[in-house]
């Protein structure tokens, strides 16, 4: 019998040669070969024939297919087609950017144990066999798979890691980020890192002044950290950002620092937070514009926090607001390296970001409520004129914004931890929508009261007003229709002029004025407004409707000094007494120090207080020391450094023994803090330890 063509045509062509040698071919004649290796893609290079890098890939994504299911392509028959078995297509994604990317189609239902063979397949066909003590492990959302997991139904992607054992699998290692040999830092260096990390909660800042630290380098900013590998590599810019936290979200344990060149870096403060950028050297040395940057920041940073998934952060880089010293900048500018930015994020995108960024940041203690709370959740500007970090949390502060604005005027709102008042945008943002919206009524109320002839109507069902004419008396309502005297400031009188209703209610003015001699009798006039003011209960101290404080008795004002402390002077006639007004008056020379150290003891001033007052104290002992004799201690005890305290110089005369203790152990907790050696301690807790420890010493002797 003749051959058919079919057959002709396979005995011609090398693919139908090598379909017959093979075993493992299931479908029968060389025909059937060519056909079938025409159906599943496995030509192979002939007569020095070489396939581009997509083709090969292709063919080798299709032969993984063919060794993962040998019966894949035992249903093609001559004259029909079956249709192929559904598969699930796997993207694997190495955690080590050393590491391959690859793609498998499985079947559903399979193992993660399959996965691990077909690595080890795909390095052994690339020239690197994987040695069989090495442990393998897979990631889906943060999640360790098992080996007898399941895979996914749907197409995913997984993310793996190779290790030497399984113990070293999540151990955190340390390079320098231009070594490409990537050799391990100093053991020293490295001990210090995981132990900060591990036990003590680092955060990013913490490891740059470690490493600067252990360098000797001066400037921590110059210390460029890296994620190598991970879900999210790149740059670590958060100085606040839990290194713990990049590890168990975005599953990198392989840090690399380098030291960058003197300020080859820009510092970025916002939303009560602090970054670090480091250019590419090009744009170091070449420059970049602030659109460039700003275009940066908003791929790089704003949008690439999140723990997993798509960011929802919807700012455009455009509506990134820098500032520099207090001036925005244009986009057209250049960057300077070195300085510090304040970056502003309007409308929800700060609200956005700082959900999103909330799983990196550490928690901190709220002032008011006392609870912890995320570094998020924390306020990080109270008003644009505070020079201090907020220590209350938002929605202690919304509270605080709607209870001052319930008692006090709407411009007279302050900040709780400083007397800087809150201004619109303070309140804006600081404040809920229904406790602004009443503000902006009040704020608007009073922006129209100040234009010359603008009336509100006198009506209590509405709420409208106008600018109306001086020259008459009526004032009609465009909204409503209403009409009122300006006069009397009443609904108009129909049918009578001002003069007849004088006239009518001349018994009425009588009254009038004998309520207002009642009310001058039994009240004090305000000395800011002289607005009367009645006392019916409380205390002497009086804060008038214009914020002016005073005293009700003899009038004295209430005033603060610069730390924000109230006081008042007042008069010798008066009952009232301010025992501290002689410490916390900055005009007062002649303070008594045993009323100091006695309210430093009791805990009643803050650090900075204490070091402010300390060197007034200095200066005046300095001053009283330049003549001392040879048995007295002057300015030569005070060494190298002539702002230390050596509480010995300020003994006075009248001093007693039993007090001597207590002077030199407060002296010293309030040196410790002047010159900046506390180390995370609350001078104010050693304070109270040392006044109970004096005052149980006292009832001993006594």
Partial sequence: ???????????????????????????????????????????????????????????????????????????????????PAPTVDVELKPLDDRQLNMKFALRPGSAVAKLEQLIRRRYQDKGHPIATTAYLAFYVDGRVLNPEDVLPPTSSKIWYRMSRSSAEIDQWKFS???????QPIPPELATQLVQAIDTGGATVGELRRKIAAFMSISDPDRVLLVAR?????????????????????????????????????????GLGRRYVYHPESHYYYDGMSIRRWQHHLDTRLFRN??????????????????????????????????????????????????????????????SVCLDSKNLSLMAY????GCNHKPTICNACLNQWVASELETKMWDRIKCPECPKPLQFADVQRNASKSVFKRYDELA?????????????????????????????VRFKCKACKNSHCIKHDVPWHSGETCEEYDKRNTQKKKDERASEAEITKSSKQCPSCN???????????????CSHEWCYICLAPFQRNEHGFLY???????????????????????ADPRTFFEAANHGLFPPQFLRNRLRVVRGRAARHHLGAGANEPGLEQMGHNPNRLHPDMFLPPWMQEADRGMFAGVAGIADHVANGNGNGRDPMHDLRVLAQDMRAARRERA
């Fill in 531 to 545: 607005k009367a003011v009645h006392k019916f209960s409380g205390c002497n101290h009086i804060t008038c409707i």
């Fill in 1 to 83: 019998m003749a051959p058919s063509k079919d057959s002709k045509r396979g005995s011609k062509t090398p693919e139908s040669n090598i379909s017959n040698s093979n075993p493992s071919n299931v479908n029968g004649g060389g025909g059937n070969a060519s056909r079938d290796s025409r159906h599943t893609g496995l030509f192979l290079p002939l007569f020095g024939l070489r396939l581009s890098p997509r083709h090969k890939r292709r063919v080798e994504t299709e032969r993984d297919r063919t060794l993962s299911d040998p019966d894949r392509h035992s249903h093609l028959r001559r004259g029909r087609v079956t249709p």
């Fill in 444 to 472: 608007t109320r009073a922006a129209l009261g100040n234009i010359p002839n603008f009336r509100w109507c006198k009506s209590s069902k509405c709420n409208s007003g106008q600018i109306d004419d001086v020259r008459c």
């Fill in 229 to 269: 590998g991970g879900t999210r590599p790149g740059q670590l810019q958060g100085d606040s950002w839990v290194v713990s936290e990049i590890k168990r979200h975005w599953l990198c344990c392989w840090i690399s620092y380098h030291i960058v060149r003197t300020n080859a870096y820009a510092v970025i403060n």
């Fill in 568 to 590: 008042c002077r007042h008069k010798p006639e008066c009952t009232e007494r301010d025992p501290f007004v002689d410490l916390i008056d900055p005009q007062n020379a002649n």
């Fill in 176 to 182: 320098q980020y231009k070594d490409a040999s990537n």
């Fill in 381 to 384: 500007k109270v008003t644009s």
């Fill in 305 to 366: 926090v999140r723990s997993r998934g798509k960011t929802g952060f919807n700012a455009h880089w455009s509506e990134i607001t820098l500032t520099l010293n207090d001036t925005r900048v244009s986009k057209t500018t250049r960057v300077c390296w070195g300085k510090t930015y304040e970056v502003e994020l309007h409308g929800q995108a700060a609200k956005i970001f700082s959900t999103e960024e909330a799983w990196l940041l550490p928690d901190e203690a709220c």
